[in-house]
């Protein structure tokens, strides 16, 4: 029996950094990867860029806007589902 520990991972990682004048640019992701017998599944996406300036570091997060709007009109819609099943009940089947 295979642990979950071997069906789903997450890893950090960066590329290598970028330098244009006095900046250096790296880009940062992270990885989630599902292993099955036959195949499996990775979703990388990106998390951070970090800036280096004068000695000083910063790291700036990067925001999925994309996936909040998913994540938000997938809750409108179970809500939504919810509250017209709860209607149906109410009503006997009809609405």
Do not use: Y
């Not at 789903?8 to 099955?36: C, I, K, N, W």
């Not at 909040?68 to 609405?95: E, F, K, N, P």
Request: no cysteine; glycine share 10%; net charge positive.
């Amino acid at each position: 029996m295979r642990s979950v520990m071997d069906v789903f991972g997450v890893r950090e990682a960066s590329a290598g950094p970028v330098m244009v004048h006095d900046v250096t640019v790296t880009p940062q992701s992270r990885a989630l990867m599902l292993r099955l017998p036959k195949g499996g599944l990775v979703w990388n996406r990106p998390t951070a860029v970090l800036v280096e300036q004068d000695g000083q570091a910063r790291r700036i997060p990067i925001i999925d806007v994309t996936r909040i709007l998913q994540v938000g009109l997938l809750a409108v819609a179970v809500l939504a589902g919810a509250r017209l099943l709860r209607l149906r009940r109410r009503t006997g089947g009809a609405a």
